[in-house]
C-alpha cells in the first residue's frame, strides 16, 4: 500500500498505470508530440525517486 503521488508529475503507481504512460508515449512519439514525449519520459524515468512510492526497508 502506497501513498498517492503529489509529484508535479505524476508518476505510475502500479504497472497498469506504467503501462498506460508507455503506451501514450509510444503514441505521443508516432504524432511527434515532442512537449508529451518529455513530460512522458518525465513521468516514468523519475518514478523510482517518487516519495509515495517508497517503501519501507528500501536501501540507501
Ligand atoms: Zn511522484
Redesign the pocket.
Known sequence: MTGT???L???PANDEERAALAADLKNARHTSDLVSVQILLVRLT??GS????RTKGANA
Open positions: 503521488c503529489h509529484c508529475f505524476a508518476h523519475t518514478a517518487c516519495p509515495a512510492r
